[in-house]
T-cell receptor, first 114, second 117 residues
Framework: EDKVVQSPLSLVVHEGDTVTLNCSYE??????LLWYKQEKKAPTFLFML????IEKKSGRLSSILDKKELFSILNITATQTGDSAIYLC??????????????FGSGTQLTVLP | NAGVMQNPRHLVRRRGQEARLRCSPM?????VYWYRQLPEEGLKFMVY????????ESGMPKERFSAEFPKEGPSILRIQQVVRGDSAAYFC???????????????FGEGSWLTVV
């Protein structure tokens, strides 16, 4: 059974801090890893990672994948209160009908204090 | 181009009643997925449908739960004889068609929050 573990489960920081969120996975026939941000509504897409070692960036957010060690990190620099949310990591496997389902971790609840 | 539309956004049901959750995918999307999110947990896959077909229902509870995506109209997730443990957020997502491809992302709706009292 595919498995995704995120850590920490929750994190409280102050504005301006830098945070690193972790996601480790076990999946048969890995295809891609996705990060989502969820603010009490629809998860919104952040990144999709398929190749090791290639950093994806979007503003203050960046993410990288290590397919050898089976993990990914999501970095947020100069955090703002608007970054407060649950960050979800999900993996997708190759092949067959199950290729279209995502296996999610339980998320990291980030709280950024002013 | 409207996003994935779910309704109702909030639903309260008494134990034993039925709950029907509706999902209209994004325009041009023919693949629909239902996920459930229990308190303090991540999203759990329930079912994947294409028009008039259930492709993968490996995450659906064996009893009381059913899903459909008719040729016309929204996808419906139906929960019969609800129990308190069914209280959760139910998210629908959609993705475009393709030759076995997923697309870069799937798009989620805002969720339907079911409370069973």
């Amino acid at each position: 059974e595919d498995k995704v573990v995120q850590s920490p489960l929750s994190l409280v920081v102050h504005e301006g801090d830098t945070v690193t969120l972790n996601c480790s996975y076990e999946v048969t026939n890995f295809r891609s890893l996705l990060w989502y941000k969820q603010e009490k509504k629809a998860p919104t897409f952040l990144f999709m990672l398929t190749s090791s070692g290639i950093e994806k960036k979007s503003g203050r957010l960046s993410s990288i994948l290590d397919k050898k060690e089976l993990f990914s990190i999501l970095n947020i620099t100069a955090t703002q209160t608007g970054d407060s949310a649950i960050y979800l990591c999900a993996v997708r496997a190759q092949g067959g009908g199950s290729a279209r389902q995502l296996t999610f971790g339980s998320g990291t609840q980030l709280t950024v204090l002013p | 181009n409207a996003g994935v539309m779910q309704n109702p956004r909030h639903l309260v049901r008494r134990r034993g009643q039925e709950a029907r959750l509706r999902c209209s995918p994004m325009k041009g999307h023919s693949h629909v997925y239902w996920y459930r999110q229990l308190p303090e947990e991540g999203l759990k896959f329930m079912v994947y449908l294409q028009k008039e077909n259930i492709i993968d229902e490996s995450g659906m509870p064996k009893e009381r739960f059913s899903a459909e995506f008719p040729k016309e109209g929204p996808s419906i997730l139906r929960i019969q004889q609800v129990v308190r443990g069914d209280s959760a957020a139910y998210f629908c997502a959609s993705s475009p068609p393709g030759t076995g491809t997923f697309g870069n992302t799937i798009y989620f709706g805002e969720g339907s929050w079911l409370t069973v009292v």
